[in-house]
């Protein structure tokens, strides 16, 4: 598990996106006041999901306007296809614990 902040740094609605190393990039994501946990890496183009526009549990990628649920990782809008990948998020004292075996 990874400590990545505290559960005020995300508004409702708002991101934040989490610099893992080696490229690897995760996106929180305030989902009326559930948080959820994807890549940030568009699939069809690799495009960072965080450029773009969470509406509900809805992001749309800037780049070409895909768009995936976050609280399942599917692609529901064309061009994007492929799933993102999800993790699994413990809350704990006001903290954010990411975990990436998930
Ligand atoms: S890079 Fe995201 S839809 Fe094309």
Same mark, same amino acid.
């Given at each position: 598990?990874?400590?990545?902040?505290?559960?005020?740094?995300?508004?409702?609605?708002?991101?934040?996106?989490?610099?893992?190393?080696?490229?690897?990039?995760?996106?929180?994501?305030?989902?009326?006041? %559930?948080?959820?946990?994807?890549?940030? $890496?568009?699939?069809?183009? #690799?495009?960072?999901? &965080? *450029?773009?526009?969470?509406?509900?549990?809805?992001?749309?990628?800037?780049?070409?306007?895909?768009?995936?649920?976050?609280?399942?990782?599917?692609?529901?809008?064309?061009?994007? %296809?492929?799933?993102?990948?999800?993790? $699994?998020?413990?809350?704990? #004292?006001?903290?954010? &614990? *990411?975990?990436?075996?998930?």
């Amino acid at each position: 598990m990874i400590d990545i902040g505290s559960i005020n740094e995300i508004p409702l609605g708002k991101t934040k996106r989490i610099e893992l190393g080696q490229g690897q990039r995760v996106l929180i994501c305030n989902v009326n006041g %559930e948080l959820f946990a994807v890549d940030d $890496r568009c699939t069809h183009e #690799d495009s960072s999901l &965080y *450029l773009g526009c969470l509406k509900g549990e809805i992001i749309h990628c800037s780049l070409h306007g895909g768009q995936f649920n976050v609280k399942t990782g599917a692609a529901v809008a064309e061009p994007a %296809e492929g799933k993102l990948k999800t993790y $699994r998020l413990l809350l704990q #004292d006001q903290r954010i &614990y *990411l975990d990436l075996e998930a």
